[in-house]
T-cell receptor, first 113, second 115 residues
Framework: GNSVTQMEGPVTLSEEAFLTINCTYT??????LFWYVQYPGEGLQLLLK?????DKGSNKGFEATYRKETTSFHLEKGSVQVSDSAVYFC????????????FGTGTQLKVEL | DAGVTQSPTHLIKTRGQHVTLRCSPI?????VSWYQQVLGQGPQFIFQ???????GRGNFPDRFSARQFPNYSSELNVNALLLGDSALYLC??????????????FGPGTRLTVT
């Protein structure tokens, strides 16, 4: 079956530190990959996406590269801010899989001054 | 424009009862999907509806059902509630049924507690 594995949190960083949240996937077909963010008390927001191998998704300083050879889609940011504190979810959709997103368990990020 | 709205925000039910959750998609969006998010876990896909037809179903028991109305709003129904049904229920809307082309927009969710 299809699955997404994320590093466990919480991840606690100081402001301006470098962020990496690891994500690997297993898929029976050819997936599109996503990172969603969930701020406290809010729904999920799409942060970035990549639809084919070697694509790089980027948004708000966050980046992730679709690595087919390592089945990975790690999230990175060069300098985090307190406002980046949230839960981050890696997810996939199979091509032809409609709107069915398969999510990882989420990684909580806490950024401190 | 208003985003995806869900009602109620919170509710508490007793085991064995029935619950109906409601979702209004973004104007112009014809696809609605439902997800269950248990505390500390990622969302799990329950249903997708597009143009009032069921387009996908996740691995949930028949106690879970849904429908989509002509105005594209949707209801999720859960019968014979169990303690394990306690979760945040998320609704997402999209222009079309193909995620890779169109982004899904999530509502704030309904927090269901079963006692």
């Amino acid at each position: 079956g299809n699955s997404v594995t994320q590093m466990e949190g919480p991840v606690t960083l100081s402001e301006e530190a470098f962020l990496t949240i690891n994500c690997t996937y297993t898929a029976t077909g050819y997936p599109s990959l996503f990172w969603y963010v969930q701020y406290p008390g809010e729904g999920l927001q799409l942060l970035l996406k990549a639809t084919k191998a070697d694509d790089k998704g980027s948004n708000k300083g966050f980046e992730a590269t679709y690595r087919k050879e390592t089945t990975s889609f790690h999230l990175e940011k060069g300098s985090v801010q307190v406002s980046d504190s949230a839960v981050y979810f890696c997810a996939l959709i199979l091509t032809g899989g409609g709107n069915k997103l398969t999510f990882g368990t989420g990684t909580q990020l806490k950024v401190e001054l | 424009d208003a985003g995806v709205t869900q009602s109620p925000t919170h509710l508490i039910k007793t085991r064995g009862q029935h619950v109906t959750l409601r979702c209004s998609p973004i104007s112009g969006h014809k696809s609605v999907s439902w997800y269950q998010q248990v505390l500390g876990q990622g969302p799990q896909f329950i249903f997708q509806y597009y143009e009032k037809e069921e387009r996908g179903r996740g691995n949930f028991p028949d106690r879970f059902s849904a429908r989509q109305f002509p105005n594209y709003s949707s209801e999720l129904n859960v019968n014979a509630l169990l303690l394990g049904d306690s979760a945040l229920y998320l609704c997402a809307s999209s222009l079309s049924a193909v995620q890779s082309l169109y982004e899904q927009y999530f509502g704030p969710g309904t927090r269901l507690t079963v006692t």
